[in-house]
């Protein structure tokens, strides 16, 4: 679903202000018999090079490990507790925080239950086709894989002005004066130019946190989901119950063990469909017993078909496909 279609459907011009608004959105969602869930972390780029807006979120209630077809930025406004969690490495969030998420790579912010306040940042939203034209227009001598998934602390250094970059856009995104185009693209640009000039010329501050069993968890189903992942094997290789990994997960991720490795392996297999690989072959690579199991599993999560899914990435049209709640009613969104 695109930013605008989600807009109309829950029939708010933004992103939530206040739990209030956030909930409301979630109650006009489920009316229209969307899941709040999936539709949320499934958006869509509505622009062909480059989208920006501001984002809250006040719980987890809204949230779950998923992956984009785009790159996505994050500038963190505000140190409020949340955790950030991307691939397996999880970072606390403090203001100036810049994340950088590779398309496929899966990703999903950790609120705390007792938080404060919410977790606000700018988004940036940036498509394959776009970031290959600025890696060409920049050469071979500057090698974007120095940019990897991961965080760049800004605060008190001397790239704290790139915050502003990504400001700027959401501004001209939101108020579209004349020429916000050409100067969304050009902040994208001068971005991404500084964002490799950090990476080439000083050491990039990343701060994970040192790893706990959560983290210790999550890598070792990053390193094995396309194998046999049982909870009571799992717990084994850490020497815990399988009942201790099964709460932690449910406290800190908000679902089970097997949900997550789940949409581990579904991340996975959206990164093959829009990589080509043959639908036949992809369960036996991410770890489904076969295809009848994957299928069911993707269109439980995603409400479309790994071909539908398929066709909508060679379209390149952008087309929003079907979402399907958890009590199983249909809706098909238009552009």
């Known amino acids: 679903m695109k930013l605008a279609e989600l807009q109309k459907v829950t029939k708010q011009p933004s992103f939530p202000t206040s739990p209030a608004e956030q909930q409301n959105i979630i109650t006009r969602l489920q009316e229209g018999g969307y899941n709040p869930v999936t539709v949320y972390q499934e958006l869509e780029m509505s622009a062909g090079r480059v989208e920006a807006h501001h984002d809250s979120t006040f719980s987890n209630a809204t949230v779950s490990l998923h992956s984009h077809s785009f790159y996505e930025i994050l500038y963190c406004c505000n140190t409020c507790g949340v955790e950030y969690l991307v691939g397996a490495q999880r970072y ?3 203001k100036g925080d810049i994340i950088w998420v590779s398309p496929g790579v899966s990703h999903r912010p950790l609120l705390p239950s007792n938080t404060a306040e919410p977790y606000h940042r700018d988004v940036m939203w940036i498509s394959k086709s776009f970031m290959d034209i600025m890696v060409r227009n920049f050469g071979s001598t500057i090698p974007p894989m120095q940019i990897r998934s991961g965080l760049l602390r800004t605060a008190d250094t001397d790239w704290e002005f790139l915050g502003d970059f990504i400001h700027n856009s959401v501004l001209e995104f939101d108020q579209k004066k004349p020429g916000w185009e050409a100067v969304v693209v050009g902040n994208t640009m001068l971005l991404f130019s500084n964002l490799l000039r950090c990476a080439m010329n000083t050491p990039l501050p ?38 201790t990994i099964s709460n932690l997960f449910r406290q800190k991720m908000g679902a089970s063990f097997y949900r997550c490795v789940t949409q581990r392996r579904l991340i996975a297999a959206k990164d093959l469909i829009s990589r080509g690989v043959a639908l036949e072959t992809i369960n036996e690579q991410v770890g489904f017993n076969d295809y009848s199991t994957f299928y069911r599993a993707f269109k439980q999560e995603y409400g479309i078909s790994p071909r539908e899914f398929k066709k909508i990435q060679e379209s390149g049209s952008g087309r929003s496909p079907r979402y399907r709640d958890r009590a199983g009613a249909k809706s098909t969104v238009s552009n």
């Open 206 to 243: 990343m701060y994970a946190e040192t790893p706990d069993l959560l983290d210790q968890v999550m890598h070792y189903v990053e390193m094995h989901y396309a194998e046999r992942l049982t909870l009571a094997d799992t717990a084994k290789q850490f020497y815990v119950s399988g009942s």
């Open 92 to 94: 606390r969030l403090q």
